[in-house]
């Protein structure tokens, strides 16, 4: 069973960092792709970033690439968030897929979730 859990998220300030970590088994970590989404109500569920198992190969959307950085160590999956604006508050998930492919920034392609953590930035 594939158990995905991500401790952390809060309160920060505009231009603050955080790290937020996606927890999970070592067969999960060495073998699935963990993907990042973050949702607000009302809206779709919005593609981070994602890394392959062996972490080697990333991908991130527009609107985080060079401030958003996905990696991994040991067995969490990491999003380390820079330069954080109001717009960056949503509920974030991490995902695994058993998969890599061009569709690693769709949500359906994911076969497992977390339950979420809540990042607020305030201006």
């Known amino acids: 069973q594939v158990q995905l859990v991500e401790p952390g998220g809060g309160l920060v300030q505009l231009g603050d960092s955080l790290r937020l970590p996606c927890k999970t088994s070592?067969?999960?970590?060495?073998?699935?792709?963990i993907g990042w989404f973050r949702q607000v109500p009302g809206k779709e569920r919005q593609f981070v970033s994602a890394i392959n198992a062996n972490g080697d190969n990333t991908v991130s959307s527009d609107s985080v690439k060079g401030r958003f950085t996905v990696g991994k160590d040991k067995s969490t999956v990491y999003l380390e968030m820079n330069s954080l604006k109001p717009e960056d508050t949503a509920v974030y998930h991490c995902a695994a897929a058993s998969r890599w492919s061009t569709f690693i920034i769709k949500h359906q392609t994911y076969e497992y979730w977390g339950q979420g953590t809540q990042v607020a930035v305030s201006s």
């Open positions: 070592g067969h999960t970590f060495s073998t699935f792709s």
